[in-house]
């Protein structure tokens, strides 16, 4: 799939200019991060670096200084010390802090004792090359506020709209009564009407079907859906196309994946090797088979978080649970052993458990009370010691190779029955060197002689072949099913590590939840993690957040934003919902439901809001141009695996059937390293969700496309418009090939031209081509023929090739790569 691209024609190039547009995917803007990330990413992965080996020698706590140089504030970096400033901002090239900690100048060496890991070199280049953000702000001379107060109090905290329970908001009446389908529609219209901002109107049926087609398979509708739903003129025909999409198995592939994008998830455990885990493709299927099955959202988070300590029914549903905490397993491992920086690990399950599911940048407690919301240094802590109390797998590393402490799949009965063939061989193999050992004995006593020579060499190769035997069979053990999972630690409460460093602890601090949620602490006798509590916790119907922001998540999918844009931030340093009277109505009727996904689709899709076109309203655009009111659908760039998956799914290629584990190498040959990191990226057919994901090294096809970054949690895809994504399409060998199959397919199902064109355009673009259309591919099928010939190709070539570009233009045009 990633062979060297293909030169193509000027006459092609020309034509798809002339005849199509530029490419599709050269119109869109490309987004710019908030600097909130880049702060995020100081708090996250700089200041624990700093704080842990920097400050002990350049920070105002210390009466004299090493070369005169404060690292405890931006401003003291940029001043720098006796050589200069210690960064340049966005140069890390020229920065000596750089220069320092890699140990590149035998004379500037920082810290001196020992080097940095690999990871942390990374993380300090690429903050320096974002520009170094950093919200450390000197107090005065020599002196820093190194540990900053809370930014919003307990009290404020209450106050704010986030941490207030969620109301059941009454539906607005408004003036145009007939505009409503549903009571969304009712809210969103309510809006419009006191802005004065009209909306779009209805779009037509197949621009629909495309868009509900899309929306909840990621694959495009085939001329046979399109057929039937234009047929079908009941009242009840986009609701039966809703739910015919909603038990397809596809579903669950779709929503998975954006699941998939705010958990962070990966195949590989992102440590300095970034050793690989066969086992963790099982979190992955049971993301996939819990959307398909609707799994109520309370149940999905209590799963997730301690689906071990709920047992279940049968022991296929105890084992399916168990997977589903693989959730906790994937956290990024760090450092170049087993117990390497466990405290990041834990810290990085924090972050994501806050983001994921409550929408909050909780981990910004670590090194000190958050700066913006009422989440305490306690709090983080409080949290800690639950996690600190799961024991986590253990994957690999490049010193210990071998996976310990993976949750077997199987009761130890079943165990015990499927190794017990193996075991006997063991012994008879034990047995037979034992056997042979006694007859060296005997041998030994017999006086010297010949024939002792000869007993005893007889004796030494029989033992020695014996011994090989026994050492072959113990390693022919049958593999028990396991899975990267969590499990039950001895509980224990963790101490506050001040300034976020692991080796200068502070006060202990009982295991609870943060105080602004409820505070609550687990007993002093409880014998376990908490993880149970706090499962139950996350997915009361009293939390406040819980139901909203994942309302919020299943909004932004199918409009493309949420109504509060930051989906990982409902905090002060995110934006306040557009609609907050929506948004609770939603999180009510979701708990109403069942906590029912499915369901709150079905209130979405059925909505005149979500059903209305994208085209533009010229008064509305001048009044809100953002779209803040939803008085339009926003047009939308297909993702990655959409967009790949689409165009294997019109050519004939896809795959449909679920994949399973990747095909890693053997794991007795791994010998991974921090030179030498896990890589591979394996040809697969199937759905791109099933791709192979890499934390050190992103998948090429991936990151060509914007796909989401294993390592830290994707909220919002920011689509990107590079040369790159356009030349992939024209010329590597994926899209060759898929085009060639797609001609094959038109040629094998007409004999004229004029309907090999329709065939085109209604496999691809779901509609059929018009009158001028059909003439300006025919007059390029026509030139591209007769360039073909020019260049002297076999004529058995020439029509292939032609009708191939034809599809090559059309997979990689504007209507195919957009869903309006």
Known sequence: MFAPPRRSSLAL???????????????????TPAGSEGLEFFEKRIRPILVAHCYECHSADRKKQEGGL???????????????????????????????????????????????????LDDLTAWVKQGAPDPRLATSAGTVDSRPKSGMTLEEGRKFWAFQPVQDRPVPAVTDQSWPLTPIDNFILNRLELAGVAAAPRADKRTLLRRVTFDLTGLPPTPNDLAEFLADDSPQAFEKVIDRLLSSPHYGERWGRHWLDVVRYADTCGNASDYPVPQAHRYRDWVISAFNRNL?????????????????????????????????????????????EHHLTIEDTIDNVGRAFLGSTISCARCHDHKFDPFTSHDYYGLYGIFSSTRYPFPGAEVGRQQVDFVPLMTPA????????????????????????????EAKKLPDSDEKKTQLEAAAKALKEA?????????????????????????????????????????????????????QELPPENATSGRLQLAEWLSSPQNPLTARVMVNRIWQQHFGKGIVQTPNDFGRQGKPPTHPELLDYLAARFVESGWSIKAMHKQILLSRTWQLTSEEVATSARLDPNNELFWKFTRRRLDAEALRDSILFVSGQLD????????????????FTQHNPFNAVYETRRRSVYLM???????????????????????????????????????????????AKLAALAIASQAEEPKRIEFLYQTTLTRAPNSEEVSECSDFLQKYRAALAAKGAPPPQVEPEAWSALARVLLSGNEFAFVD
């Open 656 to 671: 449909e059937t679920p994949a399973g584990a990747h095909p890693f190498p053997p794991a007795a040959s791994w010998g």
């Open 70 to 120: 404060f690292l405890d504030s931006r401003s003291a970096l940029l001043k720098g010390g006796d050589s200069g400033p210690a960064i340049i901002p966005g140069d890390p090239e020229k920065s000596l802090l750089i220069t320092a900690v890699r140990h590149a100048d035998k004379d500037l060496k920082m810290p001196p004792e020992q080097k940095l890991s690999a990871t942390q």
């Open 13 to 31: 190039s020309t034509a798809i200019a002339l005849v199509f547009g530029t490419c599709g995917l050269c119109c869109a803007e490309t987004p």
């Open 414 to 441: 079943a165990i015990d029955e499927l190794l017990k063939p193996h075991r006997e061989k063991v012994a008879a193999a034990e047995a037979e060197v034992n056997r042979l050992q006694a007859v060296e004995a």
């Open 467 to 519: 011994r090989q035997k026994h050492q072959a069979v113990q390693k022919e053990a049958p593999p028990i099913a396991d899975a990267y999972a969590v499990a039950e630690a001895k509980p224990e409460n963790a101490k506050i590590h001040l300034r976020g460093d692991p080796k200068r602890l502070g006060d202990e601090v009982p295991r609870h939840f943060p105080a602004i949620l409820g505070g």
């Open 693 to 739: 994901q890499q934390r050190l090294r992103k998948n090429p096809y991936l990151a060509i496309f914007d796909g989401a970054d294993p390592s830290s949690s994707t909220a919002v895809r920011l689509p990107s418009t590079t040369p790159l994504q356009a030349l992939f399409l024209m010329n590597d060998s994926f899209a060759h090939d898929s085009a």
């Open 296 to 340: 109520p959202y309370d149940q999905f988070v209590r799963e997730q978080i301690a689906g071990d300590l709920l047992g279940g029914e049968s022991e296929e549903i105890k084992f399916e649970r168990i997977k589903a905490t693989g959730y906790l397993a994937i956290a990024r491992r760090f450092g170049g052993d087993r117990v390497g």
